[in-house]
DNA sequence: CCATAATGGAACACTGTTGTTCCAGAATGG
DNA sequence: CCATTCTGGAACAACAGTGTTCCATTATGG
């Protein structure tokens, strides 16, 4: 009975999620009114899903932190050196967009990791960077995790503002990442 | 006759814009009551300075405009190698402190940039780096530009999120460039 | 076709911010 | 000491965003 219901639910339940996404990271200020109307979905209808403000925030986090988290398993963290790791990292997490800049300006806030926090896996990945000599022993992991993350925004906003191609961009971030973390000569 | 008024009228004044400046830095989304307690100023007095809000961003404009000259101007640019000259600019530019997260996150526009636009003598800059060989050849000055900006603003970030000290965090922010912007190998 | 679910619009009270006016008190220069 | 200036509090209307309720309309499964 709640087949094509459930499905119907979920799918406007996604909608006003993507379009938050896309609304809050162009500007965080923007009203619910304005995430309604880019999901094509009336203010009634997106407090009937989300009652408050915030908690369509949690559910913007959760989704994130899911999609994050697919984001690492695919890059395959374990393998490899902590810089050819790292740069798959970047590779992945560069797909994920929109949801950089609200992660950035710390809009949505994930639970695990309280700002100046290091997450456990990535300290290990540059400790491991570290040990094989492919990421500069100079540079502490939080911040290497920090530079990370400035760095994929600055390239998601170069590829809103300059006119420049996906692929082009994500080159320079990841040249960039790399001359940064690597230790000099 | 207007001596020591004027005097006190340029004092509240700064008071207010040094207030502003710290206040919205940390929350853009500020209200003017927030800036006028800050700036021990009642929020008549705000109003009688800076009538609209707009007027208050015009002023922080303006002052920033001034601040950043005076910082290039310091740093001497047109002396050295490009990357030299870039790590003096970053210098000086990171000490203007809460000016970066305000311009950074774009609150204060600069009317003579607009975004993925480069300044002249920062284009000039970047391409004497390519001539020397201390700047990569593939990184375009408005990259380069951008680059800068984020590592500022993490620096500045980091060291109100960490309890890093000015100095390492510099030191971070400096090494970090210089190995993101110099040719590989 | 019909009962149920989902939707969107209208209207409402509530809140916080903004910009304004008015006035009384404090500070300052002469 | 007095006049001028600066100040800040109180009160106000206007406005935007929020959260809620109610109702009519539209789909959809059975």
New interface residues.
């Given amino acids: 009975m709640t087949t094509a219901r459930a499905g119907s639910r979920a799918r406007t339940r996604q909608a006003i999620l993507d379009a938050a996404f896309e609304v809050l990271a162009r500007n965080p200020?923007a009203s619910l009114g304005d995430v309604a109307a880019a999901a094509d979905v009336g203010r009634t209808t997106l407090h009937r899903y989300f009652p408050e403000r915030s908690d369509l925030l949690v559910a913007l986090r959760d989704e994130a932190t899911a999609r994050l988290d697919q984001a690492r398993t695919r890059a395959r963290t374990a393998d490899d050196t902590g810089a050819a790791a790292i740069r798959r990292l970047c590779q992945e997490y560069f797909d994920l967009g929109d949801l950089l800049s609200l992660l950035f300006?710390e809009q949505v806030e994930l639970d695990d990791e309280s700002?100046?926090t290091c997450d456990d896996w990535f300290a290990d990945l540059v400790r491991r960077g570290h040990a094989d000599g492919t990421i500069?022993t100079?540079?502490p992991a939080?911040?290497v995790q920090?530079?990370l993350w400035?760095?994929l925004?600055?390239g998601w906003?170069?590829l809103s503002?300059?006119?420049a191609s996906r692929h082009e961009t994500l080159r320079?971030v990841l040249?960039?990442?790399?001359?940064?973390?690597?230790p000099?000569r």
Same sequence: chains 1, 2.
């Fill in positions: 200020a300006r700002p100046g500069d100079e540079l939080i911040w920090s530079l400035s760095q925004y600055l906003s170069f503002e300059a006119n320079l040249r960039c990442v790399e001359g940064a973390i690597r000099l």
